[in-house]
């Protein structure tokens, strides 16, 4: 079993909140993190059992009434259950009394929201980030750079390594196969059901045959500005149903939408968000890449290597102390900055990707222009790129190292 970083922070939460979600995508490891968090004390139960879930769905106040502290597993299957947890909560205040996993995320449902506020925390649980695949501790990126600093010294050049490691992904049983015709396999049956079983519990989607598709070509546009209606187009979809229909696969932690980072400094700024898979492995087995279409064509790296680094920071983000946003920069003029971060106190920290070796100093045209926005909150910006070597391109900007972000 791996070790996760998020177990530290769930087990600071359930020591002074009454009920705790562990929120991710199917297949990330949430059960296995859960299960290895319990005692003898709390009573597990899965809604992917049939018995159990009709169970909850008949009587959820009489299920939960028996449970002094349980682990409920897959919770957005039995919406109803969380009524009946407030209830029990209200009565019994102690913390730790529930920790549930859901592979949907419920905050964005108004009902789940109004209802537990106040008495839940959520954690979120991606696939596995490259220091966990590797077992090295909790990375120090993200507080090097909102300190103003580049990363410590020690990271590594990649070279054709960095290619299997981006498209391997972070799943952990699709790490598990060792032939790329596996892991395909495993992750066409993942699609299959997690359209089949996920989206129809969690919204009524009139035209659920055109969801592997819809998700196919919203692959293609992974790490672009997202446009609905051309999405939709060809799937016979108006912007408007595209638009919810992504919004379920958001819900469910396959993609994410990034918005667009505004300042008042500058007016010329693109305001359409950037679409981007939150796992790299998937996305590079929805468009059918191996390394040896990569070695082949280099120019299909770019867009699943940016989702790789996204889905890294991201998990980053979520062990950090701090509550960070993400958004990306885009001017008229195409200068960009493919990652903002922005931490509490407003500080301001910019990532471009680079697949390649080299950086040149027209690579910070982004980064510069986010400077001059951002001011005196601007901490840091750098191009990450494969290589050893953090090399200086002026105040506060640096060519890092990919292998930055886990080493």
Do not use: C
Not at 31 to 58: F, P, Q, V
Not at 167 to 181: F, N, T
């Amino acid at each position: 079993m791996f070790r996760r970083h998020a177990a530290d922070r769930i087990l600071i939460a359930l020591s002074d909140t009454r009920v705790v979600l562990l929120a991710g995508p199917r297949q990330a490891g949430k059960t296995t993190l859960a299960r290895s968090l319990s005692n003898e004390k709390r009573t597990y139960l899965t809604l992917d059992d049939a018995t159990t879930l009709a169970a909850a769905r008949a009587d959820p106040a009489g299920l939960v009434r028996e449970l002094e502290q349980a682990i409920i597993d897959e919770i957005q299957r039995a919406p109803e259950l969380l009524l009946a947890i407030k209830e029990s909560v209200d009565r019994d205040t102690r913390p730790g009394r529930f920790l549930l996993t859901g592979s949907a995320n419920l905050m964005t449902m108004p009902s789940v929201a109004d209802s537990l506020a106040g008495r839940m925390e959520t954690i979120r649980l991606m696939p596995l980030a490259q220091s966990e695949i590797l077992e090295q501790p909790t990375p120090r990126f993200l507080a090097s750079l909102f300190a103003g600093n580049a990363p410590s010294p020690g990271a590594l050049r990649l070279g054709a390594d960095l290619i299997e490691l981006v498209l391997a992904g972070g799943y952990p049983e699709a790490l598990q196969r060792k032939s790329w015709a596996r892991r395909q396999d495993w992750y066409n049956n993942y699609v299959e059901a997690v359209v089949g079983r996920d989206v129809r519990d969690i919204s009524n989607i009139d035209q659920l045959d055109r969801m592997p598709r819809l998700l196919h070509a919203l692959a293609e546009h992974s790490g672009r500005l997202i446009n609905h209606a051309g999405i939709g187009a060809s799937l016979g979809l108006n912007h408007v149903t595209t638009q919810k229909y992504t919004g379920v696969f958001e819900q469910l932690f396959l993609v994410r939408t990034l918005p667009s980072w505004h300042n008042n400094a500058l007016k010329r700024l693109t305001k359409k968000p950037k679409l981007h898979f939150l796992d790299s492995g998937l996305l590079a087995a929805m468009r059918k890449l191996t390394p040896e279409r990569i070695a082949a064509d280099r120019s299909n790296f770019g867009a699943v290597l940016e989702t790789f680094v996204f889905a890294e920071v991201l998990k980053l983000s979520g062990w950090s102390d701090d509550r960070i946003s993400l958004s990306h920069f885009r001017d008229k003029e195409q200068d960009e900055v493919d990652i903002v971060l922005e931490d509490q106190d407003g500080r301001i920290v910019g990532l471009e990707v680079k697949a390649s070796a080299t950086v040149r100093n027209e690579d910070f045209a982004g980064l510069r222009k986010l400077a001059s926005a951002a001011g005196s909150r601007f901490a840091f910006g750098a191009v990450l790129y494969d290589h050893e070597q953090i090399v200086p391109f002026g105040d506060r900007l640096a060519a890092t190292p990919l292998s930055s972000l886990w080493t």
